[in-house]
T-cell receptor, first 112, second 108 residues
Framework: NAGVTQTPKFQVLKTGQSMTLQCAQDMNHNSMYWYRQDPGMGLRLIYYSASEGTTDKGEVPNGYNVSRLNKREFSLRLESAAPSQTSVYFC???????????FGQGTRLTVV | QQPVQSPQAVILREGEDAVINCSSSKALYSVHWYRQKHGEAPVFLMILLKGGEQKGHDKISASFNEKKQQSSLYLTASQLSYSGTYFCGTAGANNLFFGTGTRLTVIP
């Protein structure tokens, strides 16, 4: 069981470039989440998906788009990267409301 | 919508106790607690549901007061392995918001 897998692990982008962060889980979880982690800011929710075909905004959705491709995969897209999007991004998933969330190992993104 | 955690940081000597608090301005369905070691992903510790229940995990326990929309994490007889950043998470029907974290350092 791989759990939650994120790719890539590291990425450097130039301002204005676009990229997609990939996340896949093999636990048959319904809900999936994207967070960003910045020093002193904790984990901030960007977008989440309660089930296949649905997505909702979290606290900091501006500058991002998401796709819940199927039950396993939930991708995060930066259309035009900005230095303010330099962060560590975590994907997480869980079965339903009152169950534990499992996290991927994170993607460290630097925008120069 | 982020819950508020306090303190932001705490340093303990081995064997000492600590309490980390979490509060929310919104009604809570449940409260999650996670620990993150440096450079790693957060790892689940426990979840508390409505009813004011307390749960335990080794010498780490927590309480949830749904009326006050608060939760507290209790670490007793701290060990070096307890060092890390602790996050509370507040869950609605489908979302899961985390606080800003409490950095706990245990020294010999």
């Amino acid at each position: 069981n791989a759990g939650v897998t994120q790719t890539p692990k590291f990425q450097v982008l130039k301002t204005g470039q676009s990229m997609t962060l990939q996340c896949a889980q093999d636990m048959n979880h319904n809900s999936m989440y994207w967070y960003r982690q910045d020093p002193g800011m904790g984990l901030r929710l960007i977008y989440y998906s309660a089930s296949e075909g649905t997505t909702d905004k979290g606290e900091v959705p501006n500058g991002y788009n998401v796709s819940r491709l199927n039950k396993r995969e939930f991708s995060l897209r930066l259309e035009s990267a900005a230095p303010s999007q330099t962060s560590v991004y975590f994907c997480a998933s869980k079965w339903f409301m009152n169950t534990e969330a499992f996290f991927g190992q994170g993607t460290r993104l630097t925008v120069v | 919508q982020q819950p508020v955690q306090s303190p932001q940081a705490v340093i303990l000597r081995e064997g000492e106790d600590a309490v980390i608090n979490c509060s929310s301005s919104k009604a809570l369905y449940s409260v999650h607690w996670y620990r993150q070691k440096h450079g790693e992903a957060p790892v689940f510790l426990m979840i508390l549901l409505k009813g004011g229940e307390q749960k335990g995990h080794d010498k780490i326990s927590a309480s949830f007061n749904e009326k006050k929309q608060q939760s507290s994490l209790y670490l007793t007889a701290s060990q070096l392995s307890y060092s890390g950043t602790y996050f509370c998470g507040t869950a609605g029907a489908n979302n899961l918001f985390f606080g800003t974290g409490t950095r706990l350092t245990v020294i010999p």
